[in-house]
C-alpha cells in the first residue's frame, strides 16, 4: 500500500471510531434501571420540567431552601443531612434533616426533625429530637402558622432583623407584639418528653399560651394542671388523696 493509501486508510478509520463515539455519547440515558447498590452525595428528584420536587443529601452538598424554584442560601443548614420536600410550584414545604455525632471536648449533640410546613409558610407539624448527655427529649409539636398573605418568609426575615437592631429589653415585647397580632407561628399542642423525664401534654390557645398540661413523672405521678391567660395554675387534679 502506498503511503497515500495508507494515510486514507487510518483516516477512515479514525471517523469510523469518533462516529461510534458520537453514537455512544449522543444516546439518550435508558427510561429505566436497575441497580444492586448505588452510593451518590445527593439526589435531585425533578418534574419533566425541571421543577425540583424532592433533595436527598448529605451533609456537605445539603442545598438551601426553594422558593417558587429559586433556591436560596442556608448557611445554618450545613451541619445536617437529609431530605426536603418541595410542593408542586417549587417551594419547600419540609423536611427531614438529623445530625449526632461527639464534640471535640467530649459532648454529644444530636438530634433529628421531620417536619411539614404550611403553604409558603413554616413548619405546622413537627416530630422531633434531641439529645446530649443530660438528657433527650421527644416529641410532637403541631403549630399555628399564619396565611402566608398576612405574614410571609420574607416578612419573618425582615421581623428578625428589625429585632436584632432592637436595645435587648425591647426585643421581646417586639415579638409578642407580633404573636398578638398573628403574624407568628404559634405552637398549640406538645406532646413529648421533658428534660426532667416526665411524659407531657400541653394543649395552648390561639395566643400560644399553655391552658391545659397532662403530666406523668418520671416517679409515676399523674398530675392535670388548668392555667388561666398569665400561665397561673388555677386547678389540679391528681390521684393523692
Known amino acids: 500500500m502506498t503511503n497515500l493509501g495508507a494515510f486514507l486508510a487510518g483516516c477512515a478509520a479514525v471517523g469510523i ?19 444492586d447498590e448505588i452510593t451518590v452525595g445527593r439526589i435531585n428528584v425533578e ?38 420536600f418541595i410542593n408542586d410550584e417549587g417551594t419547600e414545604d419540609g423536611g427531614l434533616i438529623f445530625s ?30 434531641e439529645d446530649d448527655e443530660r438528657g433527650s427529649t421527644s416529641a410532637v409539636v403541631i403549630n399555628d402558622s399564619p396565611f402566608y398573605k ?45 428534660d426532667e423525664r416526665s411524659a407531657s401534654l400541653t394543649l395552648k390557645d390561639a395566643q400560644g399560651r399553655p391552658r391545659m398540661e397532662l403530666l406523668v413523672s418520671a416517679q409515676g405521678k399523674p398530675e392535670i394542671r388548668m392555667l388561666d391567660e398569665a400561665g397561673k395554675v388555677v386547678k389540679v387534679v391528681t390521684t393523692d388523696p
Do not use: C
Open 17 to 35: 471510531a469518533l462516529t461510534g463515539v458520537a453514537a455512544v455519547s449522543g444516546a439518550k440515558s435508558p427510561a429505566t434501571a436497575h441497580f
Open 150 to 194: 398576612d405574614s410571609s418568609m420574607d416578612d419573618l426575615h425582615e421581623f428578625a432583623a428589625h429585632a436584632a437592631g432592637l436595645p435587648m429589653a425591647q426585643r421581646q415585647a417586639y415579638w409578642q407584639r407580633l404573636r398578638d397580632e398573628g403574624r407568628l407561628l404559634r405552637n398549640r399542642i406538645y406532646l413529648g418528653t421533658t
Open 47 to 84: 418534574e419533566p420540567d425541571g421543577t425540583r420536587r424532592l433533595v436527598i443529601s448529605n451533609r456537605t452538598q445539603f442545598p438551601g431552601d426553594f422558593f417558587k424554584g429559586k433556591e436560596t442560601p442556608r448557611p445554618d443548614r450545613k451541619g445536617n443531612a437529609g431530605m426536603l
Open 100 to 129: 449526632g455525632g461527639e464534640t471535640l471536648d467530649g459532648h454529644i449533640d444530636a438530634g433529628l426533625s421531620l417536619t411539614f410546613d404550611r403553604f409558603r409558610q413554616d413548619q405546622s407539624l413537627q416530630l422531633t429530637h
